[in-house]
Structure formats: structure tokens, C-alpha cells
């Protein structure tokens, strides 16, 4: 964007590694120079350390991508040791760094374990949550770079890790979306509409816990630069609501992991839990690149920086 005022710019973070309690592990990705524009999206395999003979739990995550001017985002998937042969047929048939992965981990996955977008710091999970690993697994880091206006760079991200042997309760990253949205123009954004809103809501117990209760700790949503608000709120069957999270103004380079003030909430069978997002797509509210707006222009689900997406996401426990 254009430069500001050098006198009201606000002071960066001094330690890139600030939000975990203490770190543990460190793993690093080798070392990539996207090849791909304007989106590139590539894997790297992490290998989880051998001596590591017993299940462990991951209760804090940080990212740490060296290249911020084209990182987008970054997703650590869990891979269970059955699986790992798969993705070293997949790291082997492509050649340099990594392999590409354009979406996803390009294989099967056993869950996430943690996440990186503009404005994210390191986090420790909420007290007596975590996250488990078996011995042998292996974690794939996916890197979306977004390159548009840029020169390849080269990148070498690291994941920073805070473990323990024994945890409380075993946690999961729930995702939430309205897979319709993915299929053709089914998030239709039109250019020129200035509140263009797209929602979904329905029982989410069907999807993640065959009708059982869980609790809700942290929530996220992600859209891209267009967005301009966005709200998850439970529809209770009794009819009252409850928002599990609100940004009224969204900026795409302040995102976060948000814990719930008040403890965890708890959503039931016959619940509702509504993801509604809103977009500007006006010639006012485009992207700058070389100092120049972009023209608008329809807008529908991608992985791409210039389509968009509307994702809602929560750290949850199932109550067995």
C-alpha cells in the first residue's frame, strides 16, 4: 500500500518468537524460492523427532516465515505414521523443496496443528488443552505465497513448538464453511456491490461429533482483502443467541486466534452455529498494487489473494 506518515507508523514486535510460554521443539522447512506467480502454494515435510518414543501434545504453536513480503498464510497438518510413505512418494516425484500442494496437504490428513495469517503471533493453547502427536507422525507445512508485485524471494520458515507429556483434554481445530461455496460461482461477490453478504448455518454436531456436545475456546475467521465484517454466532434451540465472535471492521493483515473472555462455550445437538461475511467490491475498496487500484471485478471462492473466502474456525474439546 502507499507509504504513511513515518511519524505515526507504530513500532514492530521486537521478538518474532513472543506469544508461546517457552519453546520446546523447533522445525524448519527447507529453504524455497516461489516459482509460481501471482500464487504459489508449496509443502514441506517436518519430521517428527525419532526419540520421540511417546505420544506427545502440542499445547502452543508460532510461526515463523522469513520471507513476510509474500507469505499469505501457512497451515501445519497433522499426518499419522501410516500415511507418512504417501507423502514422501509426493515430496519424491516433485522436484526441489517441497512439493506443490495447491489447497490443501495433497493427501490425508489427521488434523491441524496450528496456523499462520497476517498479524498472527505465537499462542499457547488454553490451560490443559492439547493437541496429540504419535510417534512417527509427521507434520506438513503448506505455505501460501503471494507474490504480485514482488521479485522471487527466497523463504525458510520454522514452526516453533511448546510440548507436554500429559494434558487434560485432547483438543481439535473444527473448520467451518459452506462447501456449496466452493463449487462454481456459488460465493458470487458482483463488482461494484458495496455489502455483498453470504451466511451459512446448521447443526454443527452432525458434522464434527455425531450429535455430541463440545466446547468452543478459541475462534477465528479468515477472509481476504475485500472483506469488511464477519460474525459466528450459536442459534440455540431455545431461540436465543450467542456470538462466539464479532469483527466489525476487518483488516486483512489483523488476524487472530481469539479466546473466549468468559471460559469456553459449550454448543449442543439442535444448536445452529451461523458464519455470515460481508464484502465491499467497489472500485474504492480494491487492492493497491504499484500504487494503483485494481478494477473491480466478480469475485468467487479461491485460494488465490485476489479471489476471497469466508472461514470460520474453532479450537474445540468434544465432551465424551
Not at 108 to 122: F, H, N
Amino acid at each position: 500500500m502507499r507509504k504513511g506518515d513515518p511519524e505515526t507508523t507504530p513500532q514492530t514486535r521486537d521478538n518474532e518468537r513472543e506469544g508461546l510460554s517457552r519453546v520446546f521443539l523447533t522445525l524448519t522447512a527447507e529453504e524455497y524460492t516461489p516459482q509460481k506467480f501471482p500464487d504459489d502454494y508449496r509443502c514441506f515435510l517436518l519430521r517428527w523427532p525419532q526419540e520421540y518414543t511417546e505420544r506427545k501434545y502440542v499445547t502452543g504453536f508460532n510461526a515463523i516465515p522469513r520471507n513476510l513480503r509474500s507469505a499469505h498464510h501457512l497451515i501445519a497438518f497433522l499426518v499419522s505414521p501410516d500415511q507418512v510413505a504417501e507423502y514422501e512418494r509426493l515430496d519424491a516425484n516433485d522436484a526441489g523443496a517441497g512439493y506443490t500442494c495447491f489447497g490443501a496437504s495433497g493427501g490425508p490428513i489427521e488434523g491441524i496443528v496450528g496456523s499462520w495469517t497476517p498479524g498472527l503471533s505465537g499462542h499457547d493453547l488454553p490451560d490443559g488443552l492439547g493437541i496429540p502427536i504419535e510417534p512417527g507422525s509427521l507434520i506438513v507445512l503448506q505455505i501460501h505465497y503471494n507474490a504480485l508485485e514482488d521479485s522471487p524471494q527466497s523463504d525458510q520458515t520454522s514452526i516453533d513448538l511448546k510440548i507436554d507429556d500429559a494434558i487434560e483434554h485432547e483438543a481439535v481445530t473444527l473448520t467451518w464453511l459452506d462447501l456449496d461455496w466452493l463449487v462454481g460461482d456459488g460465493m458470487l461477490i458482483p463488482a461494484g456491490k458495496p455489502d455483498v453478504i453470504h451466511s451459512v448455518e446448521y447443526d454443527p454436531t452432525l458434522v464434527f461429533s455425531e450429535g455430541k456436545s463440545f466446547d468452543v475456546y478459541k475462534t477465528f475467521i479468515h477472509m481476504h482483502t475485500l472483506g469488511t465484517q464477519a460474525a459466528m454466532t450459536i442459534e440455540r434451540s431455545n431461540g436465543d443467541d450467542d456470538c462466539l465472535i464479532s469483527i466489525p471492521r476487518w483488516d486483512y493483515n489483523w488476524q487472530d486466534y481469539y479466546e473466549l473472555a468468559n471460559g469456553p462455550v459449550r454448543i449442543n445437538y439442535g444448536d445452529k452455529l451461523k458464519l455470515e461475511c460481508h464484502w465491499d467490491n467497489t472500485e474504492e475498496n480494491q487492492p493497491l498494487i504499484d500504487g494503483q487500484l485494481l478494477p473491480s471485478q466478480d469475485v468467487i471462492w479461491g485460494e488465490g489473494t485476489m479471489d476471497e473466502m469466508c472461514v470460520g474456525s474453532m479450537l474445540a474439546v468434544v465432551v465424551e
